[in-house]
Structures are given as C-alpha cells and as structure tokens.
C-alpha cells in the first residue's frame, strides 16, 4: 500500500467553483502535512502547510483528521490560475525524516 | 539569490553510457535531496544527505550515487544509463529544522 494516496482525478471545474481535493496517509505516526502545486512541466512549490486545527490563506484551506488518517484541500472561487497538479505530502518523525508525496491530482479550471 | 539550480534541463543518452546531473543550492541549506518523477508514480526519492560528507538511499537507489563535498553541491551520478531510468530528475534542498522544500526546475533525461 503506499504510504500517500490521492484522488486519482483529473478534476476539470469552471471558473468559480469550488473544488474539494482529499488525500489518505498509512502512518498514523505521521506528523507534518502539507500540499504542494505542480504547474505543467515545472517543479514543485509548496502551497500550504496543513495545522491539526485547519488552516486558511485565501481561497485555500486544509484540513486535517488524524483519527482517519485523513488531509483535505478545498479551492473556492476557482480561477483559471489554480490549474495545476496538487500533491499531498506527509512527513513521518523528525525533520531529518523524508517526505512522502502523493502522486497527485490534477485540476484544470475552464472559462 | 538563484535558489536551486540544475544542469543540464535535458539529456539524451545511450544506453550504457554515463553522466552527472549537477545541482547546487546558494540558501545555505544544510538538507539535499533527488527525486524522480514517472507519469503515475509521483516523486520518489532517489538519495538524500543532512550535510556535508553524509548522504543515505531513499527509495529507489539502484543504478545512481551521489556525494556531498560541499554544502552548496550535490551531484547524482549515473553510473550505466538504462532506459528505465528515463524519467525528470528534481533536485530540492531545504533547512535541517524545517520541511519546506525548495525543488530546482529538474533535468528531463532520456535513454534510449
């Protein structure tokens, strides 16, 4: 089983809606979380970091449920900008522990 | 402050052949890593090191090595090119207390 799973996706929205994105981790000892954006053909960037208590920058939000195991992303008000690959990452231990990335979900928002 | 940096972008081998993918990292940061990344497959991390002079296997070691000399360097050999080993080749850094990672614009590597 692999330790990230997403949606599988593609997720296709018109400008203005709101999108939900969820992401399941195996490793209850699982302690930092965040999503990450992947425009096409370019690097990662990290879009948010995930707080136990939810956490909110703009149109963006996450939450977390530990008791399930459990990370979500929602985008309200979608713009054509938010097109993109967004992949849930899980960090398990200390910082000198690895990130495990999920493979991803892909939203293209349309006019 | 140019970040990460990777050469080359793209590359083209035969199979057998080797070569190294630079990266280098003028933050400071004292956590390098490499990640490959199939269609399908996600990132999937190839080595890593917490500093100078250490470095450790990740997920999928086979095939490459890496070394640490310098803080800012942190070069991915590959030792006998296969075709499975096509694939775009991200190399990211960050700070040793800190999980935001900061990826380079990747190496797109064909074998063919």
């Not at chain 2, 190294?20 to 090191?49: F, K, V």
Request: hydrophobic share 30%; with cysteine; charged share 15%.
């Amino acid at each position: 089983r692999k330790e990230v799973e997403q949606d599988p996706g593609p997720f296709n929205v018109p400008e203005g809606a709101t999108v939900a994105f969820n992401c399941t981790y195996s490793n209850s000892a699982s302690q930092s979380f965040f999503w990450y954006r992947q425009d096409c053909r370019k690097e990662p960037k990290l879009l948010m970091s995930v707080y136990s208590s939810g956490n909110e920058d703009g149109r963006f939000t996450a939450q977390l449920n530990r008791a399930s195991q459990y990370i979500s992303l929602l985008i309200r008000d979608s713009k054509l900008s938010d097109s993109a690959t967004y992949l849930c990452v899980v960090n398990w231990g200390s910082t000198l522990g690895r990130l495990y990335f999920g493979r991803g979900t892909q939203l293209t928002v349309w006019p | 402050n140019a970040g990460v940096t990777q050469t080359p972008k793209f590359q083209v081998l035969k199979t057998g052949q080797s070569m190294t993918l630079q990266c280098a990292q003028d933050m400071n940061h004292e956590y390098m890593s490499w990640y490959r990344q199939d269609p399908g497959m996600g990132l999937r991390l190839i080595h890593y090191s917490v500093g100078a002079g250490i470095t450790d296997q990740g997920e999928v070691p086979n095939g490459y090595n890496v070394s640490r000399s310098t803080t800012e360097d942190f070069p991915l050999r590959l030792l006998s090119a296969a075709p499975s080993q096509t694939s775009v080749y991200f190399c990211a850094s960050r700070l040793l207390e800190a999980y935001e990672q900061y990826f380079g614009p990747g190496t797109r590597l064909t074998v063919t």
